[in-house]
């Protein structure tokens, strides 16, 4: 029974560490932004395949296998940067403030041309560059084999993430400002604070975020049409749980469902798919806030 | 004269008969096919299309249907069941379309069969797999061109029990949908029916789709059972044994997937030796049986040569389909006097007909549904190619794996016994490498 609680702690924290990567940047474009952006998904995904070819690039052209490592990174900052710098200026600047049917389908819609990008780009076939996982080779625990690179990588990743955005949010300007747009837009903007900028900082940040999972993720899986769509579910169930806007939040939530859903694999499989919303729906029952949402006052 | 104007006058009626006759016969022959254009699934999708496409035009060079060309029209599946439905609807009824080459998905099957009974088009399931369509209903204009899955699924526990007799333990990692339950549900049917006392150790069905097997995986690792079954497909296929091979899984238990022949390009070296692979029908690119036959060689490699991958089991399906297609017209004008027939007399000419794809002759039984032979082997190196091939390849005969007319599969697998293990119906055909 010690082994088997063992072997689930370790598969959950694998599991959250990366859900936590795109999740948490979801998050921070609702608390900032208040825009639910679907086409999170899509900077997930974009961000994996480019991160596959530029790993495929760099064997390609014979250089040194670990500069995938680097190359994850550069592949997230490409994406975030670029897709974040033309899709808020042209797009949802047109839309903060107005109805949330209408900012929902804008994001849908970038959602869906992006899917349809990915296909004209990288084809519809399965791709897979793992060397960034065989690389690091395995660790044995209780006679099971794990990656080193899913076991050890990808938390302390994670980990390095939640520290960063903890730092910049609190000491550098910034990330107060962000976080002053966060607690009160209309106080924020009337100390003077240029709250167009704070939106397109926050959304290049959060899409970097999402590309930079995507990137991770990608030694790990196939990247076939529609990982996104799949990504985005679970995050949406993360940001949601946690309430949205928190940072801290979404760490514990992704922990929480993480371990939830490898747990289930090991004691209640038919549970495995379901337990994420399972999490979400008796939160929400209890908390309709989230878990980590402070209940704040309407204003009128 | 008057015998004079008597035989003018025949000769007139016979002009003009024939002049009628012509008339009937078609521009072209409106051939309906639709495949996950989009999606996850478009791995087969893709490669059917592509079959399609060379296929129609070999068959148009060489003279059409009948004399007729084929006019390909291809709808994507990946746009959802109600969107197939009502453009099947527009291509049949605004088109008017002769023949529909559907589908992939076993859902999409199971609406369009009651459709086309409704417009009265002739439409054959090229691909999907669910074996209740026939078992369930009867059909007057629906066929199916290949085998269905619990053929596919007896002859996966055949080649097992025949190349790993001893195995006691056995978890299945089945993708959790209609195929990934109903395919395990029939596979361990037939296996408690010929190994009764094998024991089940874990029923995994992860997400369709998932990007992740870590826990399942971890899990088998601790449970260490003997063998372990997917019939997951595509990206899910591709990931769930890259994650195994990395973490040592593949070392650990006996590795069966009927549905990775379709991968082994795909997972090149990642792929292990003695992985125990099927194609969903007689398909292998480097069939033993047909490899020296030109026609066939000369197909896989223009077809390598125009795609860069070597054909997988949805090319194979479409040429059954395309070829039964030709057959049925031909052997439907032969009956007809030489005249164009109608829909009737084409699916009557189906009904019995016995044709070839690339591979085994297909019949096509009274139910309409066709008995197809099987192919499944164990992977190995090559020397020429970057990927694993099939070694130990044995085939198992559509009639003696796919159940009976009038019985379902479900039932029918259960009245199995060990005897089919030595029956006549198994070729034993080695490996090409």
């Known amino acids: ?300 | 004269m008057m015998r004079w104007f008597g035989t003018t006058i025949a000769a007139a009626g016979l002009l003009a008969a024939s002049g009628a006759a012509a008339q009937d016969k078609p521009d072209t022959l409106q051939v309906g096919i639709t495949a996950f254009l989009s999606g996850p699934a478009s791995v087969f999708g893709v490669p059917g299309r592509n079959a399609a496409e060379m296929l129609i035009e070999q068959i148009n060079e060489d003279g059409g249907v009948g004399g007729v060309p084929i006019e390909p029209t291809f709808i994507d599946e990946g746009a959802g069941g109600d969107q197939l439905l009502s453009e099947y609807r527009r291509l049949v009824e605004n088109q008017g379309v002769d023949v529909m080459l559907a589908s992939i998905s076993s859902g999409n099957c199971k609406k369009v069969a009651p459709l086309a009974e409704d417009l009265q088009v002739l439409n054959i399931m090229w691909d999907c797999g669910t074996q209740v369509i026939f078992e369930e209903d009867d059909y007057d204009y629906v066929f199916r061109t290949q085998a269905h899955a619990g053929a596919e699924m007896v002859a996966t526990v055949l080649y097992l029990l025949k190349v790993k007799p001893d195995f006691e333990t056995i978890a299945v990692v089945n993708q959790d949908y209609a195929w990934g339950r109903d395919s395990w549900n029939i596979f361990l049917k037939t296996l408690k029916a010929l190994k009764p006392d094998v024991e089940v150790v874990a029923e995994l069905f992860p997400k369709f789709g998932a990007a992740d097997y870590s826990t399942e995986i971890s899990r088998l690792s601790a449970m260490r059972p003997d063998v372990v079954l997917s019939t997951s497909w595509g990206g899910d296929l591709d990931t769930f044994v890259r994650q195994a091979a990395t973490r040592g899984l593949t070392r650990q238990s006996t590795f069966v997937l009927p549905l990775a022949e379709s991968s082994l390009e795909r997972l090149g070296s990642t792929l292990p030796e003695g992985v125990i692979v099927g194609g969903r029908g007689n398909h292998y690119f480097l069939h033993p049986e047909y490899r020296d036959e030109p026609a066939f060689w000369n197909f896989m490699t223009a077809y390598q040569e125009r795609t860069g991958e070597w054909p997988i089991y949805p090319v194979f399906h479409m040429s059954q389909a395309l070829n039964a297609l030709d057959k049925a017209y031909e052997s439907a004008i032969e009956a007809n006097g030489g005249a164009w027939p109608s829909t009737e007399q084409v699916a009557a000419a189906m009904e019995g007909m016995t044709f070839r794809g690339l591979t085994s002759p297909v019949t096509i039984r009274s139910d309409h549904q066709g008995l197809e032979d099987q192919l499944l082997g164990t992977t190995t190196s090559s020397d020429e190619y970057d990927f694993k091939v099939l070694d130990n390849i044995m085939v198992f005969s559509g009639d003696l794996v796919t159940t009976p007319v009038g019985q379902v599969t479900a039932e029918w697998v259960q009245t199995l016994d060990r005897s089919i293990l030595e029956a006549d119906g198994i070729r034993e055909l080695g490996g090409v490498n």
């Open chain 1, 1 to 300: 029974m010690s082994q088997l609680i063992l072997l689930a702690v370790l598969d959950g924290l694998a599991y959250a560490a990366l859900v936590f990567m795109v999740a948490v940047g979801l998050t921070m474009i609702f608390g900032v932004m208040r825009i639910l952006n679907v086409a999170h998904g899509s900077f997930y995904a974009i961000g994996a395949y480019t991160a596959a070819s530029i790993s495929l690039g760099i064997l390609g052209a014979g250089l040194s296998p670990v500069l995938i490592y680097p190359a994850l990174l550069l592949s997230a900052v490409l994406v975030g940067g670029v897709l974040g710098l033309l899709i808020e200026p042209l797009l949802l600047r047109r839309i903060y403030g107005k109805e949330q049917v209408l900012q929902l389908l804008v994001t849908f819609a970038i959602f869906m041309i992006l899917e349809d990008v990915q296909r004209l780009i990288w084809g519809s076939q399965p791709y897979y560059v793992d060397n960034a996982l065989t690389m690091l080779g395995n660790v044995e625990v209780v006679s099971v084999f794990y990656t080193s690179y899913q076991l050890l990588v990808l938390p302390a990743v994670a980990v390095l993430t939640l520290i960063g955005l903890r730092l910049f949010l609190r000491r550098t300007l910034q990330g107060k400002l962000i976080v002053a747009v966060t607690q009160d837009r209309e106080a924020a903007q009337a100390c003077g604070i240029n709250a167009t900028r704070v939106y397109l900082t926050t959304f290049v940040i959060g899409a970097t975020l999402a590309a930079f999972g995507g990137a991770l993720a990608s030694p790990t899986t196939s990247l076939v049409p529609g990982i996104g769509t799949d990504m985005i579910v679970l995050s949406f169930a993360v940001a949601a749980t946690a309430g949205l806007g928190q940072v801290e939040g979404a760490a514990v939530t992704a922990l929480l469902i993480g371990l939830g859903r490898s747990f289930a694999v090991y004691l209640m499989p038919e549970l495995s798919v379901l337990m994420p919303y399972l999490i979400m729906v008796a939160v929400l029952a209890v908390r309709p806030q989230g878990l980590f949402a402070v209940a704040a006052t309407r204003k009128v």
